[in-house]
């Protein structure tokens, strides 16, 4: 069982920024996927990016490409999302969620994800 504990979530104007981090209970292993969603209120849960423990390759959907940035620092056992250019739209709880299956990295398939944590919100006024 993994634990996955997010933080840096809080409100920002819009084109501000923010870095939300997500710190697991246990060290990465390889082929391992970390990837970041979000859910607005009456909105389905959206993916956002991510990246394969080992790999170099990141995955983000395309209304978060040129903003969000994902990349992990294995030592910390943590995962970051820089968000850059905020807009009042991604205004949302923002999850961290990790896939041990060893398959393809991507956010298409959510189910992958078997672990997830509680989340942290993100607010962004105009």
């Known amino acids: 069982q993994v634990r996955l504990a997010e933080s840096g979530g809080g409100s920002a104007q819009a084109g501000g920024s923010l870095r939300l981090a997500c710190e697991a209970s246990?060290?990465?292993?390889?082929?391992?996927?970390l990837g970041w969603f979000r859910q607005a209120p009456e909105k389905e849960r959206e993916g956002l990016a991510a990246l394969g423990i080992g790999g170099n390759r990141a995955y983000y959907a395309d209304s978060t490409k040129g903003r969000f940035t994902i990349w992990y620092d294995a030592p910390k056992k943590s995962v970051y999302l820089q968000l850059n250019s905020l807009k009042p739209e991604d205004t949302a709880m923002y999850y961290c969620a990790l896939d041990v299956t060893g398959g393809y990295c991507y956010t298409d398939q959510e189910e992958t994800f078997g672990f997830w944590g509680l989340g942290t919100q993100v607010t962004v006024s105009s």
């Open positions: 246990q060290y990465f292993d390889r082929g391992w996927c």
